[in-house]
Structures are given as structure tokens and as C-alpha cells.
């Protein structure tokens, strides 16, 4: 069975930053990617960054790029999502999710490409 948790979030003020983690157990493939989504209350699930974890390619959404930046640990088995220079509008539910077959083939934005997801974490930023 397929777990993804995620772990990391918190309350910061605006400026500061938060590291969240993804850990997925039980995959059965070789091909996939880890992608970060938010969900602000009262607005639609938002991509925010997809790493394929294959050969390593990052990507990133406008809003976050420059400030955010996906890495794997791979003694950990986990996909980190660093967010610095926060801001309040970063404020949302994160989720982990992963996506077989890797970054290729569908936009990457596109949350029903995601076949696995965490349970979402808060990251609260206040001015």
C-alpha cells in the first residue's frame, strides 16, 4: 500500500522560512514524480512544484520560483520543499502527491495526474 506524509509545516511571519517534507513508502515502480500543491481556504487546489525523481528535473510555479526550491533525500526517501522569504499569500494546506510515469506526458499541474496523495500540511504566514 502506497503512503505519502507529509511533515513541516507550521506559523511564520512574512520573510521567514519552513522546510516541509514528503515521505512516500510502499511504491512498486521506478517511474515517478513528487509534486507540491496548496489549497488556500476558499480557492482552488494550486500546483506549486514537481520534482521527477528519475533523472533529478525541477520545476517550479511562477509565483514560488526563486523562493522555493524541491530537493530529494535520498537516505531518507524524501522530497523536501524549502520556502523561503515567505510571504502571506504563501498561507495554505500543502500536499504531497506522486504521479507515475514520471514529469512527462501530462501538465504538471494537472492534480488529477496525481495518483497518491499526503493528508496536507498548514503553513500559516502572517505579516
Known amino acids: 500500500e502506497v503512503q505519502v506524509v507529509e511533515s513541516g509545516g507550521g506559523s511564520v511571519q512574512a520573510g521567514g522560512s519552513l522546510r516541509l517534507s514528503c515521505a512516500a513508502s510502499g511504491l512498486t515502480f521506478d517511474d515517478y514524480a513528487i509534486g507540491w500543491f496548496r489549497q488556500a481556504p476558499g480557492k482552488e487546489r494550486e500546483w506549486v512544484s514537481c520534482m521527477d525523481v528519475n533523472d533529478g528535473r525541477k520545476f517550479y510555479a511562477d509565483s514560488v520560483k526563486g523562493r522555493f526550491t524541491i530537493s530529494i533525500d535520498n537516505s531518507k526517501n524524501t522530497v523536501n520543499l524549502k520556502m523561503n522569504n515567505l510571504k502571506p499569500e504563501d498561507t495554505a494546506v500543502y500536499y504531497c502527491?506522486?504521479?507515475?510515469?514520471?514529469?512527462?506526458?501530462?501538465?504538471?499541474?494537472?492534480?488529477?495526474?496525481?495518483?497518491?496523495w499526503g493528508q496536507g500540511t498548514q503553513v500559516t504566514v502572517s505579516s
Open positions: 502527491a506522486v504521479r507515475r510515469g514520471g514529469a512527462d506526458h501530462y501538465p504538471l499541474h494537472a492534480a488529477n495526474t496525481y495518483h497518491y
